[in-house]
């Protein structure tokens, strides 16, 4: 049986999409050290992520990366006691090169090797700087790939209460900076651009904003696109700040009404789409009003990093023991599958 | 010195140790597309059969291609692993050497042909000349005719080996057996590189210094990805 407590440290790699990162976190939220490598500029000019041209740049990434991982943790290898790396979702050439990289470390530090579940992982970013939270916790996952509202019961317990029908969030945001001509990655560009425009000037579609706990962008990225092919005049910066308004009311009145649904305790947010300045400030507000406690990750564990992994595999370990050996890749891994089936 | 020798480029999986006079465990399979679930427990294993600890492991052998790119780097992903933790060199090779390594021959040239899918095949040539074995050329990515012109260019007798020389080996024949001296393929047993003919040739490497750093290897594609070759194309438009 692995001891698991406080001092237990846990060498955490992702690879799932375009960061290589690796990061060394003790007892499940201390991050001594978190490096990611980005290969955003090896993408640009395809307009999206290349799977085989992430595979390329995770290897050549991957041993730098953890290495400086390791150095700037002020620990070394000896002091690793668990290797942990995202299993899935993702894309599977991507997965693979962190998978087994990780696997061999753990083999040959003879320590176990963890599996972990990205999006698992997103949700524990947030508690990375403020891990004492009461359950249940409605957890808000907005990125690119996903947009989820999920009742976290305990941890390692979930269940969906309410997801995208169509776009996730990040990909709305993507589509319309990209229309707008505000380049990649969309989510920084429209919060810049919306600073500087009137969010009451144009009435965007709120879809869907009374009926369940499902969310749908696909008709509001249409309604942008349409209004400013018939007024080709209007401010982009009112556009970018109209549309950012809508977005974030729609995730707004959907998490408090899933929070109310569930009984939450605690509102946590999680993401690339948790960087929004907006949606930040809106849900502070609306939990101060509803008396519910919030919990915000630092920005630069919103995106892609390794001590969420690291974070997510100690949790992990306490609870399942460690994964096996021969564990590959799962591209098509869901919330609410086990890793260690 | 010990090294642990790991070749994932096609579609077997293979790990090997060798201890500077003697393979001392091997072991392999045909996976196609298991390459990472298959490679930590065989390196596990062959570990401990021959009751060596990874520490122990002088030295570290990899299969750097060309061949399959998701197999390839499971392979050079872990090597660079291990050899990061127990801070050891590599030694490359690649899987065209190693095909070429693995078959005896009276032939003048050997040609190592690995199928590369879309009716294409990497090659390399190589000539024998007392009893040992030497490059010619550099690697390369082509059509199967492309790779019979250059086995004639040499025009001697020439034994083909690998998967791609199996499956285009009707074209070949045809190309080749009007014209050179002699042309044989090798048997299926020795189409796919193994560990065990790995870490032979690294021992031998490793006599010569030829290591690199963790860092420094490099996969060899030969081929780059679709995206850069659409773009490309595109731009040259
Ligand atoms: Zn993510």
Not at chain 2, 28 to 57: G, N, Y
Not at chain 2, 65 to 85: K, N
Not at chain 2, 187 to 214: C, F, N, Q
């Amino acid at each position: 049986m692995i001891r698991v407590d406080e001092a237990t440290v846990v060498l955490g790699i992702e690879s799932s999409c375009d960061e290589t990162a690796a990061a060394v976190v003790m007892g499940g939220n201390d991050v001594l050290s978190s490096v990611v490598a980005t290969q955003i500029e090896q993408h640009a000019r395809f307009g999206g992520v290349v799977p085989e041209i992430a595979s390329r740049a995770h290897v050549e990434a991957m041993t730098p990366v953890i290495r400086k991982a390791i150095q700037d943790s002020g620990v070394g290898f000896e002091r690793i006691d668990a290797v942990a790396a995202t299993v899935g979702p993702g894309l599977v050439g991507a997965l693979l090169v962190g998978v087994s990289t990780a696997k061999s470390i753990a083999l040959a530090l003879n320590k176990p090797f963890i599996g972990v579940n990205h999006l698992e992982a997103h949700l524990y970013a947030a508690l990375l700087d403020d891990p004492h939270v009461e359950f249940p916790m409605l957890v808000v996952l907005v990125s690119g790939g996903n947009t989820l509202l999920v009742n976290m019961e305990s941890h390692g317990k979930y269940s969906i209460v309410g997801q995208t029908i169509d776009d996730a969030a990040g990909e709305a945001f993507d589509k319309v900076a990209r229309f707008l001509g505000l380049g990649h990655p969309g989510g920084p560009a429209i919060d810049r651009e919306a600073k500087l425009g009137n969010a009451q000037a144009i009435e965007f579609p709120r879809a869907m904003l009374h009926d369940g706990f499902d969310v749908s962008f696909s008709g509001l990225k249409t309604a942008v696109v349409n209004y400013v092919r018939k007024y080709p005049s209007i401010s982009t910066q009112d556009v970018a700040a109209s549309f950012q308004t809508a977005v974030v009311d729609v995730l707004v009145a959907k998490s408090v009404k899933a929070a109310q649904h569930i009984g939450a305790k605690t509102i946590a947010l999680g993401g690339g789409v948790a960087a929004n300045s907006l949606l930040r400030q809106q849900m502070t507000a609306m939990c101060a009003q509803h008396g519910w406690r919030l919990v915000l990750p630092s920005m630069a564990m919103c995106t892609d990093n390794a001590a969420m992994i690291a974070s997510a595999g100690w949790y992990r370990l306490l609870q399942d023991g460690p994964s096996e050996l021969s564990m590959g890749a799962m591209p098509n891994l869901k919330l609410t599958d086990r890793t260690n089936a | 010195m010990i090294i642990l020798g790991i070749d994932t480029a096609t579609d077997a999986v293979s790990v090997a140790l060798h201890d500077g006079d003697v393979v001392l465990a091997s072991s392999e399979i045909r996976s196609d597309r298991q390459h990472a679930e298959a490679l930590t427990p065989m390196i596990d294993f062959v570990c401990k059969q021959a009751s060596v600890e990874l520490w122990d492991v002088g030295g570290i052998a990899v299969d750097i291609g060309p061949g399959l790119f998701t197999g390839m780097r499971v392979g050079i992903a872990s090597a660079q692993a291990i050899a990061q933790v127990i801070d050891v060199s590599i030694i490359p090779v690649t899987s065209l050497d190693i095909l070429a390594a693995a078959v005896q021959t009276t032939n003048e040239v050997i040609a190592s042909v690995v199928d590369a899918r879309r009716g294409e095949v990497y090659w390399s040539l190589y000539r024998m000349s007392d009893g040992k074995l030497k490059q010619v050329g550099k690697p390369q990515i082509g059509s199967p005719e492309m790779c019979a012109v250059d086995v004639l260019d040499r025009g001697q007798s020439t034994l083909l080996v690998g998967t791609g020389a199996l499956k285009h080996e009707t074209e070949f024949r045809e190309r080749l057996n009007p014209v050179l001296p002699a042309l044989e393929f090798a048997d299926d047993k020795y189409s796919m590189p193994l560990a065990s003919t790995l870490v032979e040739i690294a021992h031998e490497r490793a006599l010569r210094g030829e290591w690199v750093l963790v860092d420094e290897v490099v996969p060899m594609y030969l081929r780059a990805p679709d995206a850069e070759i659409n773009w490309a194309t595109r731009s040259a438009q």
